[in-house]
């Protein structure tokens, strides 16, 4: 049968649904989704009653195929599911979410600026080996950002880290497309600039990792690779930026074509 409301279309593999003591366990077959080519599989947990059976579940796989043996589980996020419930030995690596998984976005983890420390809450990418996750990290701790009447309130999370890195790459686009000056700075292009000017944390011997990526996001630093004196003051067109301005505006760009490693 066909489950609505899904992100994708999803296929029951249970008929009947299978029940274990007061539990009813749905799964279902995911297709690939325009963010992965995985075809992920869904166990959906109903209680009969209240709630479902308390105590350690254990999860036996019994491949049809096996094709290279490797799979990872997750659980919803812990707004969802409580922090009562949660895997007897979790494992830190490849808790990055979609769209941050995703081969071509510029993924974004978070450090406290005020400490210079990793922020626990970051997901990481992957330790055996495929693609660079996260490119970089940006400050996540605290950030005053924009609320609704007017105010200013400190929020935490990659959310919120996510716009320092848009902002620095909207103005590098600005330089290239806009301004004419490097037409294809734009795409991969940007996140190679962006990675080049990163600089390294506290704690990290070997970079790039799959904590930071490749270092804190340094907009001066990026600035340092091009010719950028256009962007603190372009006389020919009669403006001048100052960089604290700069540096206050850009964290509040839209988030277009970034991802957030949630």
């Known amino acids: 049968m066909k489950e ?5 279309e999803l296929y029951s593999l249970c008929n009947p649904p299978n029940r274990a003591g007061r539990t009813e366990l749905l799964v279902y077959y995911g297709e690939p989704s325009p963010y992965s080519v995985e075809q992920e599989i869904y166990v959906d947990f109903l209680p009969l009653g209240d709630y479902i059976d308390s105590g350690v579940w254990n999860v036996r ?5 096996i094709v290279d043996g490797s799979y990872q589980m997750w659980f919803p996020s812990s707004a969802a599911t409580g922090s009562a419930t949660r895997f007897l030995r979790p494992r830190e690596s490849d808790t990055l979410t979609i769209p941050s998984t995703a081969s ?3 993924t974004v983890g978070a450090y406290n600026a005020a400490t210079d420390a990793y922020a626990d809450f970051s997901g990481r990418g992957s330790e055996e080996g495929g693609a660079l996750k996260p490119s970089l990290a940006a400050p ?3 950030i005053e950002t924009a609320a609704p009447d007017g105010r200013y309130v400190s929020q935490t999370g990659t959310s919120f ?7 620095a790459a909207a103005l590098l686009m600005q330089y290239g497309v806009v301004d004419g000056e490097d037409p294809f700075l734009y795409g991969e292009k940007v996140k190679a600039y962006l990675q080049r000017g990163a600089r390294p944390l506290p704690g990290f011997g070997a970079y790039p990792n799959n904590q930071v990526g490749m270092g804190r996001c340094v907009w001066d630093s990026c600035c340092g690779k091009l010719n950028y004196s256009w962007l603190y003051h372009n006389q020919e067109k009669k403006s001048t930026i100052e960089k604290s301005q700069i540096r206050r505006h850009f964290p509040y760009f839209l988030m277009l074509i970034f991802a957030a490693s949630l």
Do not use: E, Y
């Open 104 to 106: 071509n976005v510029i």
């Open 140 to 142: 996540g701790v605290n």
């Open 4 to 8: 609505a409301g899904w992100p994708h």
């Open 161 to 167: 880290a996510t716009p320092f890195v848009t902002g």
């Open 61 to 65: 796989l019994v491949p049809g195929r």
